[in-house]
């Protein structure tokens, strides 16, 4: 599990690799969560938006999902950075309220099944709407979504 987590815009993959030691600094509009994985993250935000439920998948189902590419693999210091797909960034941009409440509310269920006590205190809804707007400004600049994670 990823202790730090940040979501952030970056013009293209090799800005984003350029994070790659110490994450995203002031310079990136960011939105930061801790004690995730970013991966099943935003495996699952994907899965969501191609097949809306209120329901988290079963694991298998979300395990065999399309997981999010790698920009910078991890290595021993147990830093990586992914590239969210396009097709969730533009789905994030295009969400309303309500969808970002009943995703936040699926992935708090999984999480609190998966992780018990050891789960997040971050504000999940939070976290969905700010990467929501990063999403947002994403499509409106050209750039890409991205998660740093250590």
């Known amino acids: 599990m ?16 350029a994070t790659y030691r110490g994450g995203p600094g002031p310079d990136f509009e960011s939105v930061t969560c801790r ?24 694991l298998a189902r979300l395990h065999g999902w399309a997981w999010p590419e790698y920009v910078i693999a991890p290595v021993n210091d147990g830093v990586e950075i992914f ?6 960034t533009l789905a994030l941009a295009d969400a ?7 995703l936040a509310g699926r992935w708090g269920r999984r999480l609190r099944a998966e992780d018990g006590d050891g ?25 890409g979504l991205y998660s740093w994670s250590f």
Do not use: C, N, Q
Not at 9 to 14: N, P, V
Not at 83 to 88: D, H, V, W
Not at 96 to 102: G, R, V
């Open 83 to 88: 590239a969210l797909p396009k097709r969730l």
């Open 119 to 143: 789960m997040t205190d971050d504000d999940l809804p939070a976290v969905l709407r700010g990467v929501a707007r990063l999403a947002v400004s994403a499509v409106s600049a050209g750039g």
């Open 2 to 17: 990823a202790h730090d987590i940040v979501f952030f815009l970056a013009l293209d993959d090799e800005a984003a690799a």
């Open 96 to 102: 309303s309220s309500a969808e970002l409440d009943e």
């Open 35 to 58: 004690f995730i994985e970013p991966d099943s993250a935003i495996a699952e935000w994907d899965m969501f938006f191609a097949a809306p439920s209120a329901e988290a998948p079963p």
